[in-house]
């Protein structure tokens, strides 16, 4: 497994921005696909976005497409999400999470590292 820790979270307003930084140690990091994750107050855990090993992939959720970017910097083990034109509904607990594999899924299940998460809450 890979160790994970994400920073970025805080207090925003409506139409806001914010960046998610999460950074990997302890294996190859380009040996991963990476996702982000969130989960607010009782609702499950749900896909956000995902990129393969070198950022050529990348795929989104419905809901966040358009103003979510995800990408990656495998020189600093560092995965992204630009968080841009936010809403109240984006309030939740990010999570990063790895996958063994080349490119991300939109499963929770086939994650094996997750990080502690970070908590974004949007004020409307």
């Known amino acids: 497994q890979v160790q994970l820790v994400e920073s970025g979270g805080g207090l925003v307003q409506a139409g806001g921005s914010l960046r998610l930084s999460c950074v990997a140690s302890?294996?190859?990091?380009?040996?991963?696909?990476m996702g982000w994750f969130r989960q607010a107050p009782g609702k499950e855990r749900e896909f956000v976005a995902g990129?393969?090993?070198?950022?050529?992939?990348?795929d989104y959720a419905d809901s966040v497409r358009g103003r979510f970017t995800i990408s990656r910097d495998n020189a600093k083990n560092t995965v992204y999400l630009q968080m841009n034109s936010l809403k109240s509904e984006d309030t939740a607990v990010y999570y990063c999470?790895?996958?063994?594999?080349?490119?991300?899924?939109?499963?929770?299940?086939?994650?094996?590292?997750w990080g502690q998460g970070t908590q974004v809450t949007v004020s409307s």
């Open positions: 999470a790895a996958r063994p594999r080349a490119y991300y899924s939109g499963g929770y299940y086939d994650y094996d590292s």
């Open positions: 302890g294996r190859t990091f380009s040996d991963y696909g």
């Open positions: 990129v393969g090993w070198n950022g050529g992939s990348t």
